[in-house]
């Protein structure tokens, strides 16, 4: 709760400083607000895609393909072969993931949501 907290507050001193330099309208504050957001929202997703292995695979058969063109030029001697289960069972674990999806939701969410009930 305090990354979350420390995370909309650097989204609100960002959009405030924006605002301040575009002649103090809502609509830049709501705009500055949102893309911040949007990016924290973003690295959170990126984050949560990593922790769960989707890249394992891709990182697998591109080192099978290397291993593969170095045995066949000769410059790999050793037999080690690469397996598919040193790469499944790999996991990363990023400390600021949920952290990061929350205050993206939310800021992302509450901004739209202003956006559209000022305009209607």
């Known amino acids: 709760m305090k990354v979350i907290s420390i995370l909309i507050s650097i989204n609100l001193f960002f959009s405030l400083f924006y605002t301040f330099f575009s002649k103090f309208e ?46 066949k030029r000769g410059l790999l001697i050793d037999e080690a072969d690469i397996t598919i289960e040193d790469y499944i069972s790999r996991e990363n674990h990023f400390s600021h993931t949920t952290s990061l999806l929350t205050s993206g939701i939310l800021i992302s969410s509450i901004t739209t949501f202003l956006s559209f009930s000022i305009y209607f």
Request: hydrophobic share 55%; proline share 0%.
């Open 26 to 71: 809502l609509f830049s504050f709501i705009n500055c607000s949102f893309v911040i957001g949007m990016f924290y929202l973003m690295f959170g997703v990126l984050c949560f895609v990593w922790e769960k292995g989707f890249f394992n695979l891709t990182i697998f058969s591109f080192n099978r393909i290397s291993q593969n063109i170095r045995k």
